[in-house]
């Protein structure tokens, strides 16, 4: 392995995905990796600040994960942040079985929770 130059790592294909079988939406569906931006996103999304004061949010975190990660048959997401509300009001058990797997694919666990948290 040798020293990546700009346009080898720009051109890398490091998303990953896998298909989630999702029997209470009758099909399946397609989950990747987030980009840095997108994590970032999920990231600032589960935390609330006030002043010096933070506090981790919980609310739809499922959904908000889910949001970042399912993509289409050409690889772009098929929701969008305002979708979060909607798609939390789905089947908790569809939706456990995707944030696992999206939790899986982009190494989000409760030690990475927790080193955030210290952050």
Do not use: Y
């Not at 989950?31 to 919980?58: Q, Y």
């Not at 509300?85 to 927790?114: C, P, T, W, Y």
Request: proline share 1%; aromatic share 6%; net charge negative.
């Amino acid at each position: 392995m040798g020293l990546l130059n700009k346009d080898q790592i720009l051109k890398a294909d490091d998303l990953k995905s896998e298909i989630v079988e999702v029997p209470e939406w009758g099909g399946e569906v397609k989950v990747r990796t987030m980009t840095g931006i997108e994590r970032d996103t999920f990231e600032e999304s589960i935390f609330d600040s006030k002043g010096k004061d933070t506090k981790m949010n919980f609310k739809n975190l499922r959904a908000k994960l889910v949001v970042l990660t399912i993509i289409g048959d050409n690889g772009e997401r098929l929701f969008i942040e305002a979708d979060v509300e909607a798609l939390g009001k789905k089947s908790a058990k569809a939706l456990d079985r995707i944030f696992g797997v999206a939790q899986r694919l982009n190494g989000i666990g409760q030690k990475e929770v927790e080193e955030l948290t210290k952050n």
